[in-house]
Nanobody, 127 residues
C-alpha cells in the first residue's frame, strides 16, 4: 500500500508563489513516476507536471511551463511543486499521484494511469 500526503496549499495573491510537498511512503519508488494534477470546481482533473523518480526528467503542460517546477528529494521520499507567478486560474485542489510502474511520456498526463492519489491540498489565488 502506498500513502501520499500533500501539504503547502493556501491563499496567495496573483503573482505570488507557493511550494507544495507530497510525502510518499509504503514502497520502493525507484522506478515510477510521480505527478501533480489539479481540479477546479466544475472542471476535469488537469495534469500539472510529472517527474521520473529514478532520473531528473520532468514534464509539464504548456499551461504551467516556465512557472511551475517539480523536484524531488529521494532521501525524504518527497516530491515538490514550486509554483511561481500564480494566476487566479491556478486556483484548484492540487493532488499528487504515483504509478506502480514506469509510464511513457504520452501516458504521464492521463489521470487513470496513476494508481495512488493523495487527499489533495487547496490552492487559492486571489486577483
Amino acid at each position: 500500500q502506498v500513502q501520499l500526503a500533500e501539504s503547502g496549499g493556501g491563499l496567495v495573491q496573483a503573482g505570488g508563489s507557493l511550494r507544495l510537498s507530497c510525502a510518499a511512503s509504503g514502497r520502493s519508488f525507484s522506478n515510477i513516476v510521480m505527478a501533480w494534477f489539479r481540479q477546479a470546481p466544475g472542471k476535469e482533473r488537469e495534469f500539472v507536471g510529472a517527474i521520473r523518480w529514478s532520473g531528473r526528467s520532468t514534464y509539464y503542460p504548456d499551461s504551467v511551463k516556465g512557472r511551475f517546477t517539480i523536484s524531488r528529494d529521494n532521501a525524504k521520499n518527497t516530491v515538490y511543486l514550486q509554483m511561481n507567478s500564480l494566476k487566479p486560474e491556478d486556483t484548484a485542489v492540487y493532488y499528487c499521484a504515483t504509478s506502480l510502474g514506469p509510464l511513457s511520456i504520452a501516458a504521464m498526463g492521463v489521470s487513470y494511469e496513476y494508481d495512488y492519489w493523495g487527499q489533495g491540498t487547496q490552492v487559492t489565488v486571489s486577483s
